[in-house]
């Protein structure tokens, strides 16, 4: 199995400004994914991270608004630019198991915009 | 592309009875198929999962069985308890070396005593 650490747990941030979110995995692996569960509803992928190369979005995510880094084979960033109210919401990474039969969570983060 | 059809909630049961959360799903090829799970204040878990069909994952007293023929993945547990108050995920992933993972809408559980 895998271990994910993310953090910050939970963060209260004004509009306008940006939140870069940490998701550190105790092994190597080759993909790291990131999605958002807006408040009440089901967890949406905003897109793939893969060391090396530009991360892969999905349709509705864009990079100006959500710039994601992957530096290494354990690490991601997911940043949330000029943020609003809209982007209040839990954000998690994952991360596949080896084999790939399944993905292991971080905690998640708690942003609320105001 | 890919989708999770899950039972809508919430759903409201009391301690010992039987519960059946039902999922079914449109994929392209032979998905893997997962619950998740997301107890108050925490993160995401992986309950069960079944990777061909007429696998059954089981965990904790829940189950569920990969049924191609009906594209299916209902969660079932013989005796709820308190504790199981929470809300379950039905999610697949594609099996084409794209681990990403396609979710249901959630269901609250909530049992009461």
């Known amino acids: 199995s895998a271990v994910i650490s993310q953090k910050p747990s939970r963060d209260i941030c004004q509009r306008g400004t940006s939140l870069t979110i940490q998701c550190q995995v105790d092994s190597q692996v080759t993909m790291m994914f990131w999605y958002r569960q807006q408040p009440g509803q089901s967890l949406t992928l905003i897109a793939t991270?893969?060391?090396?190369?530009?991360?892969?979005?999905e349709s509705g995510f864009v990079i100006d608004k959500f710039p994601i880094s992957r530096p290494n084979l354990t690490f991601s960033t997911l940043t949330v630019s000029n943020m609003s109210p809209e982007d209040s919401s839990i954000y998690l990474c994952?991360?596949?198991?080896?084999?790939?039969?399944?993905?292991?969570f971080g905690q998640g983060t708690r942003l609320t915009v105001v | 592309g890919d989708s999770v059809t899950q039972m809508e909630g919430p759903v409201t049961l009391s301690e010992e009875a039987f519960l059946t959360i039902n999922c079914t799903y449109t994929?392209?090829?032979?998905?893997?198929l997962f619950w998740y799970v997301q107890y108050p204040g925490e993160g995401l878990q992986l309950l069960l999962k079944?990777?061909?069909?007429?696998d059954k994952g089981s965990n904790k007293g829940f189950e569920a069985t990969y049924r191609k023929e009906t594209t299916s993945f209902h969660l079932e547990k013989g005796s709820v308890q308190v504790s199981d108050s929470a809300v379950y995920f039905c999610?697949?992933?594609?099996?084409?070396?794209?681990?990403?993972?396609?979710f249901g809408t959630g269901t609250r559980l909530t049992i009461i005593p």
């Open positions: 994952s991360a596949p198991s080896e084999g790939d039969t399944e993905a292991f």
């Open positions: 999610a697949l992933s594609d099996n084409f070396g794209n681990e990403k993972l396609t």
């Open positions: 079944a990777t061909k069909a007429d």
């Open positions: 991270a893969n060391q090396g190369s530009e991360a892969t979005y």
């Open positions: 994929a392209t090829g032979y998905p893997s």
